[in-house]
């Protein structure tokens, strides 16, 4: 099978509707033409009735004779020009006149049903076309008329201006291929554009745009909309290679303090206090180790969105107390004290351990970053269609301009001004994450110094 071009096939398709187009032109226009044709051959045979009509006298005293001298010397004179034949017959069908470009020929006499009808015949091997009209004196018939016209003219013009539009067709649709082909190739550069573009970008060279077309037509945004999927490949990209960075440069920092603390304690013998003492400092940093992992393969599966979530009833009261309970060591080193108005039960229909995991990094930082003896308030509010939670802190808040950037991986406000608080920035990127996933209303509040407050709006449900 033939393979055509893109450009091609454009062509090929435009023409084979514009050869049907032209063909059905052709056809009306031939069929026009023919019937003009026609219809003027007929109105001339048919004045040429009336004319003779008109013109021939009836001689009732010699058994109707038809008199014909006027008719005769007027054919005369114009015998040479006129392409009309005329043939008179009596009752008798016997010859009583005829034109003289007739010579020795004899016009047909058609069966009387085909009488004042128009005949197409053959006169000496000549196509005409006749009529035969019955001549009547007091309803009584007493012959015939009979006007015929010559159809070698009509039928030459016809068959030229069938060999023209034959001839034409063919060279009409060439050069047309040629036109289409042209405005086709024209037309698509700005495909050829996409192709050579595309053909340059790689994971290391994603930086090529394609240049957008001046006529903001449907290549403009074939156009357009590449570029934008490139801008979020590019995007993607580069939060992938941050994020392996990141990840190697945190799994990277405990461990090392875990070789250096280890090699420490092999140096020499120590007595049993100091073992114990390094091996809790040990045990401490694989926790957060493990912390660490169990949160970046959280977010690997939000990456390859692979995280299932389920829907049960969640009693927000007792999860929060469970929460506050796992974190009561680091409140009591803190010196925080922690306010929550749970005057009633509170519920939702969720999936109980991410909620756990939202409200538990939602408050491990409220305890980080607390000031001593700060307080952090959790209260309910209960609104027409939704039940809200906020949480707040009298931390060292966060600036505006870092506010719309922690929900970032690995990113923390200020970590160089307090680098005694710890942590990878990765709890509330995972919340923000979480809170999309089940359709929980998430927005932060803070100001710097004063504290922050964590807005959850969650859906109201019945209990199931």
């Known amino acids: 099978m033939v393979s055509f071009s893109y450009k091609n096939r454009i062509a090929f398709n435009y023409i084979l509707s514009t050869a049907l187009l032209i063909s059905i032109v052709f056809f009306a226009v031939y069929q026009i033409i023919l019937h003009n044709v026609n219809a003027h ?59 003289p470009n007739l010579k020795g020929l004899k016009l047909h006499l058609f069966p009387a049903k085909d009488n004042n009808k128009l005949k197409d015949v053959f006169l000496n091997s000549k196509p005409i076309r006749q009529i035969q009209v ?20 009509s039928i030459v013009i016809l068959q030229k201006l069938k060999n023209i539009l034959l001839i034409s067709f063919p060279l009409i649709l060439l050069v047309l291929f040629f036109i289409a082909r042209l405005i086709a190739g024209r037309s698509i550069k700005p495909v050829v554009a996409i192709t050579e573009t595309s053909s340059r970008i790689t994971r290391d060279n ?28 590019e995007n993607a990209v580069e939060r992938e290679k941050q994020f392996t960075s990141d990840a190697s440069h ?61 829907n049960e009833d969640v009693y927000l009261n007792a999860l929060i107390l469970d929460i506050l309970a796992l974190h009561s060591h680091s409140i009591k ?15 939702t229909q969720s999936d109980h351990y991410l909620i756990g995991i939202i409200f538990s990094n939602i408050l491990s930082n409220a305890i980080k970053y607390s000031k001593e003896n700060g307080k952090i308030n959790i209260q309910f509010f209960e609104e027409e269609e939704a039940l809200l939670c906020s949480i707040s802190d009298t931390g060292i808040g966060i600036s505006a301009e870092d506010i719309g950037k922690i929900v970032h991986p690995f990113y923390r406000a200020q970590a160089y001004n307090h680098p005694e608080i710890k942590g990878v920035g990765l709890g509330l990127s995972i919340v923000n994450r979480l809170c999309a996933l089940l359709k929980i209303g998430f927005s932060i509040e803070s100001q710097e110094e004063i504290g922050t407050t964590v807005y959850l709006r969650f859906p109201k449900h019945s209990l199931s």
């Open 41 to 99: 051959i007929n109105f001339n045979i048919q004045e040429e009735v009336k004319k003779h009509i008109d013109e021939i006298e009836i001689d009732t005293n010699n058994s109707y004779l038809i008199q014909v001298d006027q008719w005769r010397a007027r054919e005369h004179n114009t015998v040479n020009v006129n392409p009309v034949f005329v043939q008179f017959l009596d009752c008798n069908n016997e010859l009583i006149d005829k034109s």
């Open 134 to 153: 019955p001549l009547y004196d007091n309803n009584v018939q007493i012959g015939y008329l009979f006007i015929a016209m010559s159809l070698d003219d």
């Open 206 to 233: 994603l930086k090529d745009r394609i240049v957008l077309p001046q006529n903001k037509d449907e290549l403009f945004v074939l156009s357009k909309t590449i570029n934008d999927l490139l801008d979020r490949i």
């Open 250 to 310: 945190e799994l990277r920092t405990p461990l090392a303090i875990l070789k250096g603390t280890l090699e420490v304690l092999v140096r020499k013998p120590r007595n049993q206090s100091e073992y114990e003492e390094k091996i809790g400092f040990c045990v401490k940093e694989v926790d957060r180790l493990n912390q660490l992992v169990d949160e970046l393969l959280l977010l690997a599966r939000f990456e390859n969105q692979k995280l299932n979530s389920k």
């Open 333 to 347: 080193e803190n010196k925080v004290s922690v306010i929550s108005s749970l005057d009633k039960e509170y519920y």
